[in-house]
């Protein structure tokens, strides 16, 4: 059994503090222990031997008494005197340190004059010395004589500042009462083997993840804005307005209209001599005929006339809507009263006859596909909740833990489809069925766009995944401000413009028609596509003119988008395997810059090579071995050097770590610690070197790590 413990008692107080010692020290028997912290004391009880990093490089190693030998002043003298005494006098190499208390002083002693110890104890007593004592050098003062910051406390900034700290043990005696027993029973309790440290199987890694979702997801803030309120209303507005529009082979009757001059209000009318006073057509003013476009807008308004000489009829729909109309009206009761057929004038009714309605433009055919899209867009939020757990190193807790990155992936997208996808694929039946919508129309159109709806899921899903982990790499705040607005943004522009255009150019239809066939390899557009490929077919809900034939022939092309969505989900789930499976990729150097991955020469420092020499001795425990860690860091827009810079994270680490020990590794903010756990823990590749767990043993030239946590046999706690 392995742990790694990253900082553990970090922000505790002091009683849980000493609660967490004691667990730590509970579980060293049959384990290899290795922890990073910042409490030095913390180090000094609990660790069997201390290595001391700094920018990336082992300084020192050995048990917490050799580093105070060996890097310490020595001793501390204090004592309180009326008299003064000269030390040095017994103890030649002391040295006297200043004190601000009259009567109180204080020596250095170095190592090396224990012998003389008992001669001075006795002649500080026979002066009447008191409070006397003899302190052996602190870690403190070793870690900063050797692991100190640099002045300007650059670092990797992925661990905090230095901090220390002393507590006296709890007065509860042997019950505890937060605990609410004893503590020895407590601490059996936690190191307890509860579950087997068997390999979990491949339901069992995909249900713990997914109850790790389901448990802690709707906690994120945002979450159930983005998941359920938001598609929400799109679903409600998209069926809504999906009725908007006229109906393709409707009946359409016209009302009558009655047109007679007497209803227009005082115009002319130029081209008649004259109008009898007893007709319809008295309101109308006859005029002489303009000779100029001038003559047009001066008097009174010009409702029309006729040119006898070319028999040209013009009309003003600007005076009357009808002009033209009652022009012709005109023309015909003077015809009429100069063959003296009609001394009343002719008043008649103008009424269309019936017709079908040809095609309108139909703007359900863009909004409901559109609308729907926005509804499931969930699925593709499952980037937001792969960052989130990147950024809190749950990822890196589940790969320990035995569980590969694949399984964790493949539980949050199955928590996605169970929380997002499912409930509103109920809502979207429950609405189009009750509002009798055209997608859930007889002739197979409800088939087709249930599978559409299933097929949108399967391909849209690890697309998100894909995102998260190869193309978007932000911490999950910066990205849920940017994403959403972007993602859906990028939902609407294309079909929207595709099949508007469609529409407004139906002699272009086969060509674009083949540019939406091009276009449904993104399994978003797919997803419109089919859906406006099930409206186009007909208006009508129960239509008996439309056949299952029909929905499913070459022509109508719903079967191609729900094809290429099935083609590309499986294609972006074998990626997504391939990427899940296979470690990150190593820095990427120039031939000049190969020389930053090689280790530093440790054969000079005896203690050093000591270690690592253990960590090559076998692979049992934990080991590390010459780990190397490069960046490359993208320079400051205002650096006059466009080039990256190399930043050596760490410069060839190395440790062995048995059973029944206690590692603990120190060193200030920027020194590597964090970046060496990450190296064991899978989240980084090394550049050089490789890591032993347990007898696994991953070196840094090969693709797959999942095997070296395979067996459940690590545990892994990050700093919160």
Request: include cysteine; charged fraction near 20%.
């Amino acid at each position: 059994m392995l742990a790694h413990l990253s900082e553990p008692t970090a922000g505790l107080d002091p009683y849980n503090r000493r609660t967490i010692w004691d667990m730590i020290i509970a579980a060293k028997k049959g384990r290899s222990i290795i922890l990073t912290t910042h409490f030095l004391d913390e180090a000094d009880i609990l660790s069997d031997r201390i290595g001391i990093i700094k920018d990336g490089k082992l300084l020192t190693c050995g048990s917490s008494l050799f580093l105070k030998h060996h890097f310490g002043v020595g001793y501390t003298l204090k004592f309180d005197c009326a008299e003064y005494f000269d030390v040095t006098t017994v103890i030649g190499e002391a040295e006297e340190l200043p004190s601000l208390v009259k009567g109180s002083h204080e020596w250095s002693i170095k190592h090396g004059t224990e012998r003389r110890f008992p001669k001075l104890l006795a002649k500080l007593s026979s002066i009447g010395a008191s409070n006397v004592t003899v302190d052996l050098t602190t870690l403190e003062e070793v870690f900063l004589k050797t692991g100190k910051e640099d002045a300007d406390g650059s670092g990797e900034g992925e661990e905090d500042g230095m901090e220390n700290g002393r507590f006296e043990d709890s007065e509860d005696g042997e019950r505890d009462l937060e605990y609410g027993g004893s503590k020895d029973d407590f601490l059996k309790q936690v190191w307890s083997h509860r579950a087997s440290q068997s390999p979990l199987g491949f339901l069992k890694k995909f249900l713990l993840v997914l109850t790790f979702m389901m448990t802690n997801a709707w906690k994120i803030k945002g979450a159930v804005f983005h998941n359920i309120v938001m598609p929400l209303v799109y679903v409600v507005i998209g069926f809504l307005v999906s009725n908007i529009g006229g109906t393709e082979g409707e009946i359409i009757v016209s009302s009558p209209t009655r047109i007679t001059a007497a209803e227009v209000g005082p115009a002319s009318f130029f081209g008649i001599s004259r109008f009898d006073q007893s007709i319809s057509l008295s309101p109308l003013q006859p005029i002489e005929p303009p000779q100029t476009v001038e003559d047009y807008f001066n008097g009174s308004p010009i409702l029309g006339g006729y040119y006898a000489e070319n028999s040209t009829l013009q009309f003003n729909p600007r005076v009357d809507a009808l002009a033209l109309q009652i022009g012709i009206s005109v023309l015909s009761n003077i015809s009429e009263l100069v063959n003296g057929n009609s001394a009343e004038g002719i008043a008649t009714n103008l009424q269309q006859v019936p017709y079908e309605a040809e095609a309108p433009f139909r703007i359900d055919v863009i909004i409901l596909p559109l609308l729907l899209s926005f509804g499931f867009v969930g699925v593709a939020f499952v980037v937001l909740d792969i960052l989130l757990l990147k950024g809190d190193n749950i990822v890196e807790l589940f790969r320990v833990a035995g569980i590969t990155e694949f399984h964790t992936y493949l539980g949050v997208a199955a928590y996605k489809v169970l929380t997002t996808f499912l409930p509103f694929l109920v809502v979207v039946l429950a609405l189009g069925l009750s509002l009798d919508s055209v997608i859930f129309g007889n002739g197979g159109r409800w088939l087709a766009t249930i599978l559409v709806m299933l097929a949108y899921a399967y391909a849209t899903a690890p697309l998100g995944l894909i995102l998260a982990k190869r193309f978007i790499h932000g911490d999950y705040k910066a990205v849920a401000n940017w994403f959403p607005g972007v993602y859906m943004t990028l939902l609407a522009i294309p079909y929207s413009a595709w099949s508007s255009t469609l529409q407004a150019l139906p002699e272009k239809k086969d060509l674009i028609l083949a540019i939406g066939d091009v276009l449904s390899i993104i399994p978003p557009f797919g997803f419109q596509r089919g859906l406006g490929g099930i409206l186009d077919i007909s208006s009508v809900a129960n239509d008996k003119n439309v056949t299952w034939s029909d929905v499913w022939s070459f022509e109508a092309r719903i079967w191609l988008p729900l094809l290429i969505m099935l083609c590309v989900g499986t294609m972006e789930w074998m990626y997504l395997y391939r990427l899940t499976t296979r470690r990150p990729k190593k820095t990427a150097l120039k031939q000049d810059e190969i020389s930053a991955i090689a280790p530093v020469d440790v054969s000079d420092d005896p203690d050093i090579t000591e270690e690592r020499e253990r960590g090559q001795r076998d692979d049992e425990g934990i080991n590390a071995r010459d780990l190397v860690k490069v960046f490359k860091i993208v320079p400051d827009k205002k650096s006059k050097s466009k080039e990256p810079i190399i930043k050596r994270a760490v410069k060839g680490m190395s440790c062995g770590i048995r059973r029944n020990e206690i590692y603990a590794l120190l060193g200030p903010n920027g020194s590597g610690k964090s970046v060496t756990m990450s190296m064991m823990a899978g989240k980084y590749t090394p550049d050089n070197g490789c890591v032993a767990l347990d007898g696994q043993v991953a070196s840094d030239d090969i693709d797959a790590i999942d095997h070296l946590y395979s067996r459940c046999s690590i545990a892994y706690c990050r700093k919160y």
